[in-house]
Structure formats: C-alpha cells, structure tokens
C-alpha cells in the first residue's frame, strides 16, 4: 500500500521538518510505500505544468493521503481535490485549538480529521486509524 503525507510547503521551517520526518518514519510501519511532501517535492527543477501532470500521477497511484489541514494553502487544496477525482481516502491532521477549512473537512473522501497537541499524540490516534489496515510485508 502506498501512503502520500502532504502539508502547505510555507510551512517548512527548522520546527515542521522533524514533525514530518517523524510521521513518515511512523507510516512505514503500515505501508510499503511512503511519499511525503518533504524532502520528495521539496525542490523541483520541474515547470508548473509538468508538476501538476507529476502530481497527479503520484495521487493517482496511492491507497491514502495523510494531509496536514492547519493551515490553508492553495497548493494542498488542489492537492485534495485530487483525492477527490480519484477516490482516494483522506485523513486530515489539524493541530488543537485551529479550525480546519469546512470545504477541506467536507471533502467526500475525507474518512477524519484528527486533531493533535503533539506528535505523539497524533501518532497513537493514526495507529488507530491504522490497525485495520493490512500490515507491510
């Protein structure tokens, strides 16, 4: 199973990059293919067309998307309706105490929005989510 962790690019700081680096380390105990937004998309020699053609290939061919919702960006809503176009199951990861977009939160692929105060806090609740999927092999 293919896993896409995504989030806001503007959201790259010193502070952001150990919290995905940590959800991707965790999500390779489920799946057997891990993408995330970063370092795989950090910087792209591509031209916006070809990235938008890239992108929705790697959509495409993923069982699940795990988008940080926190904060709006354009980017990661185009991303979304990606999901959409493609039936693919999205679990949103919000930070306590912000509100997530109702477009977002309403997507018809969204199966939950989980709201975290710490990385491993939204770790246990994604081992919930995940332990009914099929283990890595």
Request: hydrophobic content about 40%; some cysteine.
């Amino acid at each position: 199973m293919k896993v896409y962790i995504m989030g806001p690019k503007q959201l790259a700081s010193e502070d952001t990059i150990p919290f995905y680096k940590s959800i991707v380390a965790f999500s390779k105990k489920y799946f057997g293919d891990v993408v995330c937004t970063y370092p795989n998309f950090w910087d792209s020699d591509k031209t916006p067309s070809e990235h938008y053609e890239f992108m929705k290939n790697v959509i495409s061919e993923c069982d699940l998307l795990i988008a940080e919702v926190t904060t709006p960006a354009t980017g990661l809503g185009v991303q979304l309706e990606m999901a959409v176009e493609y039936g693919i199951p999205v679990i949103g990861l919000l930070k306590k105490g912000s509100k997530a977009s109702s477009l977002a939160a309403g997507l018809p692929v969204m199966k939950k929005v989980i709201e975290y105060a710490s990385t491993e806090e939204l770790q246990k609740q994604l081992s919930d989510e995940f332990a009914h999927l099929p283990k890595k092999t």
